[in-house]
């Protein structure tokens, strides 16, 4: 692996060539906002639209509510890879534990395959994977035990790489300059099962990511990518962990008319809006 391949390796790092990154126009001096680019749209017919879609998420939040410990409102259902699988969470209790802040402890199943592959990707997309000792631990805590040494090693070597970090605008301990704030999340959309047995299961998992540093001056503002990653997945210990790791840009959707932040509301933003623990 060479740090020309950052984008192709940690969940969208550093952006694509097929990603286009929308600035507004205007001289407002700020990287992100200003003018919007073209004008918002707004119309009875879409406030319509989005009154359904808001009734229609409550109505689904509510059928898979369930009574009781909704960790028990639906047992376990088999593997079957590459079918339709539905978008909404089945009520299985996704984790057991933590290992530091990743959560740790999935089930023996192909939901709990899904759920572990997901919660990977976020802690391997994470800005946490930019410092040594938190990069450390998030090896150890995804992947199994056979593949830490080989992995540890090719991620410091690129986590580390002067030319690297130069290129995305971070300082040579991997943390931002000073009146930045460097943001690095992936947020999934879903996961599937590409194939399962009893002690090994790939998983894919489709999400965006947000990449870049918010702030005055920034060279590298935030930007948004669209990825689809591939996950080996080995039982070993009691638990799901990586084996190997493959990644392909898209699906990309269609972009929407909206305002990009400014640098005042990216830095907020990622300071007051915390992460979730995702499951199938």
Same mark, same amino acid.
């Given at each position: *692996? $060479? %740090?020309?391949?950052? /984008?192709? $390796? ?11 990154? +929308? @600035? ?13 680019? !073209?004008?918002?749209?707004? $119309? !009875?017919? @879409? ?17 898979? &509510?369930?009574? #009781? ?9 088999? =593997? ?5 699988? %539905? ?5 299985? +209790? ?8 990743? %959560?740790?402890?999935?089930? /023996? ?14 802690? @391997? #997309?994470?800005?946490? *994977? ?5 990069? $450390?631990?998030?090896? /150890?805590?995804?992947?199994? %035990? ?18 690297? @970090? ?18 690095? &999340? ?32 920034? &060279? ?29 840009? =898209? ?14 509301? *990216? ?12 499951? +199938?």
């Amino acid at each position: *692996m $060479s %740090p020309g391949d950052e /984008h192709d $390796s940690f969940g969208g790092v550093g952006g694509s060539g097929q990603t286009r990154t +929308r @600035l507004p126009e205007g001289n407002s001096g700020d990287v992100y906002g200003g003018a919007p680019r !073209r004008p918002v749209r707004s $119309s !009875r017919s @879409l406030i319509t639209v989005v009154g359904v879609v808001v009734v229609l998420v409550a109505a689904i939040a509510f059928a898979n &509510r369930g009574g #009781g410990d909704p960790a028990d409102a639906a047992g376990p259902r088999a =593997g079957t890879p590459g079918g339709t699988a %539905p978008t909404a969470a089945t009520g299985i +209790r996704p984790v057991s534990g933590k290992n530091g802040a990743i %959560p740790t402890g999935y089930a /023996h199943d192909d939901q709990g395959a899904q759920s572990a592959a997901t919660n990977y990707a976020v802690a @391997l #997309g994470s800005a946490e *994977m930019f410092t040594a000792s938190e990069r $450390s631990e998030i090896v /150890h805590a995804v992947y199994a %035990p056979s593949a830490i040494a080989a992995r540890q090693g090719d991620l410091d070597k690129v986590y580390t790489d002067k030319d690297f @970090l130069s290129r995305i605008g971070l300082q040579e301990d991997g943390t931002a300059p000073q009146g930045l704030t460097f943001i690095s &999340r992936v947020i999934p959309v879903g996961a599937k099962v590409e194939s399962y047995d009893e002690d090994k299961a790939t998983v894919a998992v489709w999400y965006s990511s947000l990449f870049g540093l918010a702030g005055e001056g920034s &060279r590298n503002p935030v930007s948004e990518a669209w990825y689809t990653g591939s996950y080996e997945l080995q039982w070993v210990g009691g638990d799901w962990k990586v084996t190997g790791f493959s990644q392909q840009d =898209g699906p990309v959707p269609v972009g929407r008319d909206q305002r990009a932040s400014t640098s005042q509301e *990216m830095s907020d933003a990622v300071g007051q809006f915390g992460g979730f623990t995702y499951a +199938r």
